[in-house]
């Protein structure tokens, strides 16, 4: 069911972790809901429907006996018409992104659940899922509720250190792009 796992630190006690990818619930099960895609929960600008559904997201994971959700997606922003990923956002408002994220990690979190943020950088456009070159619009002022939203439950999601990696390989390496 897991589409990850991490092995367990025997000599700490610290068990194995079940990671679970789906935006729109847990894939590759019986018996699970479909909740809408982030794109159309975004069109509400709703921030207790956003909560919700993370409750229910988290609700569900936990009772299938995932540890870890890759998710929600914050990005793109589908500037891209024809970017596979559009869909997962919560809409082109980098506010609502912000928003939208944090409310859903809360839920999914209070249910007992890790929430880790994703597509939140350079996900603007690929090509045969390989990135391209393009302008990173790294939103951090907005988007940072959600990444906020992970550490105030004591959670540090690995995903999250993906801007830190960004900065790192653009001071690194200058004249590179990603």
Known sequence: MCVGNTSPAVASGFP????QDGPLG???A???????????VGATWNKDLFYKRGRLLGLEYRTKGVNVMLGPAVGALGKQPAGGRNWEGFGSDPVLQGWAGAQTVKGVQEEGVI???KHFVANE??????PTSNLLE???NDLLRSITANLSNGVCPTQSLQMLMIEHYTRCM???SL
Do not use: K, M
Request: charge should be positive; charged fraction near 15%.
């Open 174 to 176: 200058p004249g590179r």
């Open 125 to 130: 456009q690929e090509v045969s899922n390989q």
């Open 26 to 28: 847990i894939r590759f």
């Open 30 to 40: 019986d018996h699970i809901t479909a909740t809408p895609a982030g794109i159309t």
């Open 16 to 19: 194995g972790l079940c990671l």
């Open 138 to 140: 790294l939103r951090t």
């Open 115 to 117: 929430a880790t943020i």
